[in-house]
Nanobody, 117 residues
Framework: VQLQASGGGLVQAGGSLRLSCVAP???????????MAWYRQAPGKQRELVAS???????NYGDFVKDRFTISRDNSRKTVRLQMTGLKPDDTAVYYC?????????WGQGTLVTVSS
């Protein structure tokens, strides 16, 4: 059971991308109870939190985001999005969607974001 992520690609530095992720049908009825998040993992580095959002819209961002990214969720469509602007080469990574509630977590397959200089 995986979340379906999309929207990655190749972009020049300073550009923008929007990532989207749809929850698996198995959690549709309880989607609102999950904290939704985006993580990323660059080659040779550990996976790190990019942004998260609670059912009430409380957002948390990694320090490196610095007002460049915005996470949002649409509870009616069971989706979470990550709008990324001002992309830098250091943002190059595989981005993973995550749904978490207590000890239960679902992950997406990852979508590659490549930022060229």
């Amino acid at each position: 059971v995986q979340l379906q992520a999309s929207g990655g690609g190749l972009v020049q530095a300073g550009g923008s991308l929007r990532l989207s992720c749809v929850a698996p049908r198995t959690i549709f009825s309880e989607f609102i109870t999950y904290v939704m998040a985006w993580y990323r993992q660059a080659p040779g580095k550990q996976r790190e939190l990019v942004a998260s959002i609670t059912r009430d819209g409380i957002r948390n961002y990694g320090d490196f985001v610095k007002d460049r990214f915005t996470i949002s969720r649409d509870n009616s469509r069971k989706t979470v999005r990550l709008q990324m602007t001002g992309l830098k080469p250091d943002d190059t990574a595989v981005y993973y969607c995550n749904a978490e509630r207590g000890t239960t977590a679902f992950w997406g397959q990852g979508t590659l974001v490549t930022v060229s200089s």
